[in-house]
């Protein structure tokens, strides 16, 4: 930590002293928390390949014309050249933002749909169409088709905890899945395509804000909206109702009205459970991405939709 500490100090040119404490961390990276001098920061180290230049490009204009709707999001900071990404010596890469401290938003509050549903609204209302992923190529297959049968073979074959559920999973993904399919190019726009409730925490005055912006990409509303209420209330109709009627009521623009609009919550779910079972197994993986994978499938499986659950969303927009 220490050597990751005095590199920021001499890229970000800090002078004084500089002490750091452990934040939270996601699949593909940890927060540290920096204090330098008055200043506190939020220094995000991922551990995968980073977002490119064009990506890191598009998030900042972006969550630009996001906090002109209204929506509060973490000011990003470049290092004494210009950077918004540096590389640390250690083959990791460094981003900068103000700290804002955060807590989780309740989803069981009453006002929490609609404060959602509000947020969600500003966010597509203010971004703009958005044909490609950022470096010019064609949308990413993440969020809008689902692994082979024969791709989970190894997985399905681990001894651990979630293998049995997850065997037992496997045998219902191909009516669960059918409904996936490619958006329509002409519905795409930019989308934060990541606004689990790690993403979307409660600020010091209660105010929704908007962190993590490096799945920033092209989708199209309805499926993020879908994918929004079965992250925040996939076990709670009248919540997902809630949220829904708000977004409406914001002047959102997209709206659920078949199976494919469900594409996006159920591929992310299904591919993000392959990437995490191999780690999970993976005997050269780092213990600590191990453990947290583990913890991610026990959490994962359990709330996967299911085909009559679909319907039942699908009926409650209508």
Same mark, same amino acid.
């Given at each position: ?145 689902? =692994?082979?049968?024969? !791709? /989970? #073979? *190894?997985?399905?074959?681990? $001894?651990?905890?979630?293998?049995? %559920?997850?065997?037992?999973? @496997? ?115 780092? =213990?600590?991405?191990? !453990? /947290? #994978? *583990?913890?991610?499938?026990? $959490?994962?499986?359990?709330?996967? %939709?299911?085909?009559?659950? @679909? ?8």
């Amino acid at each position: 930590m220490e050597g990751l500490i005095a590199y920021a100090r001499e890229a970000f040119g800090w002078d004084g002293d500089v002490t750091a404490s452990l934040g939270p961390r996601g699949a593909l990276g940890q927060i540290w928390r920096l204090e330098v001098g008055h200043e506190r920061y939020a220094l995000k180290e991922t551990f995968a390949e980073p977002a490119s230049g064009a990506l890191i490009a598009t998030e900042l204009a972006f969550a630009r014309r996001a906090a002109d709707a209204g929506v509060r999001v973490p000011a990003a900071h470049p290092d004494r050249e210009g950077r918004y990404l540096v590389t640390t010596p250690g083959g990791t890469w460094l981003r900068l933002y103000d700290w804002v401290d955060l807590r989780p938003v309740s989803p069981s509050a009453p006002a929490t749909p609609g404060e959602l549903g509000t947020l969600l609204a500003r966010l597509h209302r203010c971004a703009p169409a958005m044909k490609s992923e950022a470096d010019g190529g064609p949308p990413a297959s993440w969020y809008d088709r689902v =692994p082979a049968p024969h !791709e /989970w #073979a *190894e997985v399905a074959r681990a $001894e651990a905890t979630w293998a049995a %559920p997850l065997r037992e999973r @496997l045998a219902t993904l191909p009516e669960l899945c059918a409904a996936v399919t490619s958006a329509d190019p002409a519905d795409l726009i930019t989308c934060h395509r990541d606004l689990h409730p790690d993403n979307v925490l409660a600020g010091p005055g209660g105010e929704l804000v908007v962190v993590d912006w490096d799945n920033v990409g092209p989708a199209t509303p309805a499926r993020e909206l879908a994918s929004a209420m079965f992250d925040w209330f996939g076990g709670d109709p009248d919540a997902m109702r809630g949220l829904y009627d708000a977004y409406v009521d914001e002047g959102g623009p997209g709206r659920i009205t078949g199976p494919a609009d469900f594409s996006m919550a159920l591929a992310t779910r299904v591919n993000f459970l392959l990437v995490q079972s191999r780690v999970a197994i993976d005997p050269e993986a780092e =213990p600590r991405h191990r !453990e /947290w #994978a *583990e913890r991610e499938m026990d $959490e994962m499986l359990p709330i996967l %939709p299911t085909v009559r659950h @679909l319907a039942d969303v699908l009926e409650l927009t209508r």
